[in-house]
C-alpha cells in the first residue's frame, strides 16, 4: 500500500539524474551546435548537418537509418520557438510520466513515439509535397503527453490559467 505513493518507493531518494531533464538539455545543447554550424558558412558546406541527421527520404534511401532517430534531437534555427514548445511540454508532462512509469518506460514512450512519428510523416511525403527534410522532438512529446493522459484522465491541465480536462 506505502509502496504505491511515489515518495515511498525503494530508491527514490537516490541522486539519480532525470531522464526528462538530460532529454531536455540534449535538446537544447543541439539546438545551439545545429545553430553554430548553420550561421558559419565554411561549416555548413563542409559538414551538411540536415542532409545527415534530418528525417529525409534521400537519407533513409541511402540507409541512413540513424535519421529516424536523430531528427528528434534537432530544431531549427535561429527562432527558438519550435525547441521552446517542445521543450516546456517535455518538462511538464515528461516528469510524471518518468515519476510512473521509471526512466526505461519514459525513453520507450519517448522514442517509441517518435519512431512512428517518422513513418508516418515518410509515408505522408510519399503522397503529398513536403519539405525536403523534417527536424523537431514533438512526435516523441506528444506521445508523453498523449501517455500523460492516459494515466491521468482526471487531472486539469491549465492552458493560460483556464483549467482543461485532459
Partial sequence: MLEDRSYM???SFDSRRSVTLIVLLSLVALFVVH????????????????EYFALSHKGISRGWLWQLFTF???????SPWHLLGNCVTLWFFGRAVEETLGS????????ISGLL????????T???PSPPYVLGASAGVLGLLAT???MFPE????????????
Fill in 126 to 128: 510519399l503522397v503529398m
Fill in 104 to 111: 526505461k518506460g519514459f525513453l520507450k514512450v519517448f522514442f
Fill in 155 to 166: 487531472r486539469d491541465v491549465y492552458v493560460w490559467f483556464v483549467p482543461i480536462k485532459v
Fill in 35 to 50: 545553430f553554430v554550424i548553420c550561421q558559419s558558412t565554411a561549416l555548413r558546406y563542409s559538414f551538411p548537418f540536415e
Fill in 72 to 78: 528528434q534531437f534537432l530544431h531549427d534555427g535561429p
Fill in 9 to 11: 518507493r525503494e530508491g
Fill in 117 to 124: 512519428g517518422a513513418l508516418v510523416q515518410l509515408l505522408v
Fill in 148 to 150: 500523460y493522459a492516459i
